[in-house]
């Protein structure tokens, strides 16, 4: 996490140092991804604590099954059981299935659709800079290389919090009870 900022916090100071017009451009899109982590991360803290929940109940149907075998057998509950421990499973991967069908598009738009466009963005202005002698072919092919690092930053800090969302779902729901 620690090295995934200083990276970002280096490179941003060298895209400025070296253009600050397209710096500010490149910069266009993160307050989109700002947003998105913000929407994303609130879902994906309630659907954690869902999908944990829904973990705990199966586990529990099963422990519970195991613990009284002999009456289970005794009283032919085998299948009642069973299908207990179904139902819970079912909800556990419905809700493991919406989770993933979440962070699909959130990855999709943050990952890569806005990088892309603010890299068009910057190819696009970068070639009238050049073409009006403001920016020379080097700045350019150099800015886009310090913009590629900056995005594997901010995809590397992006994983991590997507992570961390997950994780203090996960604790909320082992604190909870």
């Given at each position: 996490f620690l090295r995934s900022i200083l990276q970002a916090a280096l490179t941003i100071s060298f895209m400025y140092w070296l253009n600050w017009r397209l710096a500010t451009l490149a910069f266009i899109t993160v307050p989109n991804v700002v947003l998105a982590s913000k929407i994303f991360g609130n879902y994906m803290r309630t659907l954690t604590k869902k999908v944990q929940k829904a973990l705990a109940e199966s586990t529990a149907a099963a422990e519970e099954a195991l613990s009284s075998m002999r009456t289970v057998k005794t009283h032919a509950a085998e299948q009642e059981m069973s299908r207990r421990y179904a139902v819970h499973l079912k909800e556990y991967r419905r809700l493991s299935m919406l989770s993933a069908a979440v962070y699909f598009p959130f990855s999709?738009?943050?990952?890569?659709?806005?990088?892309y466009c603010a890299?068009?963005?910057?190819?696009?202005?970068?070639?009238k800079l050049v073409n009006?002698?403001?920016?020379?072919?080097?700045e350019l092919v150099s800015f886009v290389f310090y913009?590629?690092?900056?995005?594997?930053?901010?995809?590397?800090l992006a994983s991590i919090y997507a992570g961390l969302v997950q994780a203090v779902g996960a604790a909320g729901k082992v604190y909870e009870g």
């Open positions: 999709a738009l943050t990952y890569t659709f806005l990088p890299s068009c963005l910057v190819l696009y202005y970068g070639g009006n002698d403001k920016c020379s072919n080097g913009m590629q690092s900056l995005f594997a930053s901010f995809n590397s």
